[in-house]
């Protein structure tokens, strides 16, 4: 596909979803804002789309790891990512930031089919929704890695 068809797909898909949401045209870049049911509350999505014929969604947490706390951060996304089918978590050490991303090739589509682009896009406001209370509980300094995996993965009687 290339990349204004995918851009089109993306933003019809959007459009018959309500979303409110903004596309930088010279970027390239569909920009939102999402509410989370978590701590965490919001999110920002960032769909890229590349030339290559793929897009990225990128969901980005509003509370980054702190320098202090960035061990147990990195271990408590390492284990969330473990196992995970679709997408994964990123932690940009330098500056704390954490999101979500999903990777869709699309080069050899004829057309985007609804499915993936809803799935692209849900898989990871769901999973920042499954993990986003114990990526604030680390980085406000509450707790630990594997407590709130096992919260997360409902593997102990504080499940929620």
């Keep these: 596909m290339e990349q204004e068809q995918i851009v089109d797909a ?3 898909w959007l459009d018959d979803d309500d979303w409110h949401y903004d596309y930088d045209a010279e970027r390239h870049v569909i920009r939102a804002g999402i509410t989370i049911d978590c701590k965490l509350r919001s999110g920002r999505v960032f769909i ?3 030339e290559d014929g793929s897009y990225i969604v990128n969901i980005v947490s509003p509370i980054g790891g702190d320098p202090k706390d960035i ?3 990195v271990k408590y996304l390492t284990m969330a990512n473990y196992g995970l089918a679709n997408g994964n978590f990123e932690l940009d050490v ?4 954490i999101r979500y991303k999903t990777y869709v090739n699309c080069k050899e589509l004829e057309s985007l089919p609804s499915q993936i682009i809803k799935d692209s896009i849900l898989v990871g406001w769901c999973m920042m929704e499954r993990y986003g209370n ?3 509980a680390i980085a406000m300094g509450f707790s630990d890695a594997e407590t709130e995996i096992k919260k997360a993965e409902g593997d102990s ?4």
């Excluded at 330098?94 to 930031?97: I, L, M, P, S």
């Excluded at 009687?157 to 929620?160: F, Q």
């Design 157 to 160: 009687e504080e499940s929620e």
């Design 134 to 136: 114990g990526i604030a």
């Design 48 to 50: 890229p789309i590349r």
């Design 10 to 12: 993306l933003r019809d």
């Design 94 to 97: 330098r500056d704390g930031e």
């Design 71 to 73: 061990g147990e951060m």
